[in-house]
């Protein structure tokens, strides 16, 4: 099919299905603004044969991969909706012991194509797998970049608070409990007494009653599909990153949809989902996972 007919296809018909090929084919076959985050985690740089020739992540150098990527997510902006954005978790390479810094050339050459950077967050694994290196720290973390097409884009901190450390409903610092969701108040004991800053931006940090903004570091275990024998990641890691930048009945994309997690996780929260993968047996899978859960 050619891209005009292709792209004239109805917004309908790209929704909520499983579509196999390359993704940055599908993706020029798609039509402008009609997803309204990407959350992704693309085969990183010579980790593992997906069994397709149209894979991505067996290129000869990290040069050819991160222009390949480059490509890819610029022709995914135009698909993106301009309020919309992008996650992509992504993990790094040791060649002969040297770490290559992989997710931060992919970061900077998607910048360079316009995506705005706005945060890189930190994947901490706890039940990582042990290593037996001596010369170094184990690695037990993974980067989750989070960019956003426009200037201004839809982000939802309120849907993604964590409780609060500092002060709590249990807080033993003097005042603290008093003041636990009430905007305006501050201890008016304690070492904190008077204290205006308490009126601004600190009041938010410490009493906002649906807890404090989200950190960069999200600690989340690993977790594991039976059906596939490639890693899948967490269906909370995701779930966090829909909340924040996917209204309600929006649309969630995932240009290397594997086992499907993306999509299950969107369908679970009431968004709808298009998926892309070179493998049309992963796209099975994908297709049979959701089947079974979503029913
Ligand atoms: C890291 S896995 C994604 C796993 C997924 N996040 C999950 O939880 O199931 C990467 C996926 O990208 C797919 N892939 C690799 N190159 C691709 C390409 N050029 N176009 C589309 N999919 C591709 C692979 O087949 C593999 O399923």
Not at 86 to 98: A, P, Q, R, S, T
Not at 190 to 201: I, V
Not at 254 to 280: H, Q, V, W, Y
Request: charged share 25%; aromatic share 10%; with cysteine.
């Amino acid at each position: 099919m050619s891209r005009s007919e292709k792209t004239a296809l109805p917004v309908t018909d790209w929704i909520n299905q499983f579509h196999c090929g390359d993704a940055i084919e599908v993706a020029r076959s798609m039509p402008d603004d009609i997803v309204d985050t990407i959350v992704t985690s693309p085969p990183y740089f010579q980790q593992r044969d997906y069994g397709s020739d149209l894979q991505i992540g067996q290129e000869k150098s990290i040069d050819l991969y991160v222009r390949r990527m480059a490509d890819l997510f610029v022709e995914l902006k135009r698909v993106v909706k301009p309020t919309g954005s992008l996650w992509m978790v992504i993990g790094d390479k040791y060649i002969k012991g040297e770490l290559q810094g992989v997710p931060w050339r992919v970061c900077l050459a998607l910048k360079d194509t316009g995506w705005r950077l706005r945060s890189d967050c930190i994947w901490h694994k706890p039940n990582a797998m042990p290593s037996s290196v001596k010369t170094r720290p184990t690695t037990d973390h993974e980067y989750i970049f989070f960019f956003s097409n426009e200037k201004d884009y839809f982000y939802d901190a309120d849907a993604i608070r964590e409780p609060h450390v500092t002060f709590s409903e249990n807080s033993k610092m003097k005042g603290g409990r008093n003041h636990f969701g009430k905007r305006g108040g501050t201890p008016e004991a304690g070492k904190n007494s008077g204290d205006n800053n308490l009126h601004d931006g600190r009041w938010d940090q410490a009493f906002h009653p649906k807890g404090r903004n989200k950190r960069t570091v999200w600690s989340i275990t690993l977790s594991k599909f039976r059906d596939a024998h490639f890693a899948v990641y967490p269906q909370k890691l995701v779930e966090t990153c829909i909340n924040a930048s996917c209204p309600p009945g929006g649309v969630v994309l995932d240009p290397f949809s594997g086992a499907g997690t993306t999509a299950l996780t969107a369908k679970e929260m009431g968004r709808d989902f298009i998926a892309i993968d070179c493998n049309s047996e992963f796209c099975q899978m994908a297709k049979d996972r959701l089947a079974k859960r979503c029913r």
